[in-house]
């Protein structure tokens, strides 16, 4: 078994990962403020440069922390966690445009909120389990012979 110091560290670092991740996906969810904003401009207008000179600067700054993001953990845990974009958007609509938030909406955000959590919880307890099987401390004992 891992001691204690190291688990929680490893713990400690995991929730650093997931708040940038989380914090990453609030900021991707700018980008369709700004379309939104854009389709209110007129066409070729400074405004709707700007929007979408705006886009541009959030996507690439997203493409380049992504990357960073899906170096330090598994793939399919990000990809579930983007589901989390449905969240930011319902807020960016309330604070930014006023747009009504409806119970639909919550109870559509509450269960991208669920399969989230869920998966998190399975994905971290697979981690735990491929870690003590590598470290040899998972059922088959005490990892000496007998």
């Known amino acids: 078994m891992a001691p204690q110091g190291r688990s929680d560290a490893r713990g400690?670092?995991?929730v650093k990962l997931l708040l940038a991740l989380h914090a990453l996906l609030g900021l991707y969810s700018l980008s369709d403020v700004s379309s939104k904003l854009a389709?209110?401009?007129s066409?070729?207008?400074?405004?709707f440069i700007v929007c979408y000179g705006v886009i541009i600067a959030i996507l690439g700054t997203y493409a380049i922390a992504w990357q960073q993001i899906i170096k330090r953990m598994p793939l399919s845990s990000a990809y579930a966690n983007r589901a989390i974009t449905v969240v930011w958007g319902i807020f960016w609509g309330r604070v930014i445009f006023g747009e009504a938030i409806t119970p639909?909406?919550?109870v559509g955000a509450a269960m991208v909120i669920a399969g989230v959590?869920?998966?998190a919880r399975l994905d971290a307890r697979d981690e735990e389990a491929d870690g003590a099987t590598a470290t040899g401390d998972g059922a088959g004992g005490r990892g000496d012979a007998a």
């Open 12 to 14: 400690a670092s995991r």
């Open 39 to 41: 389709a209110g401009q």
């Open 43 to 47: 066409f070729l207008s400074w405004g």
């Open 104 to 106: 639909g909406k919550v």
């Open 117 to 119: 959590v869920l998966f």
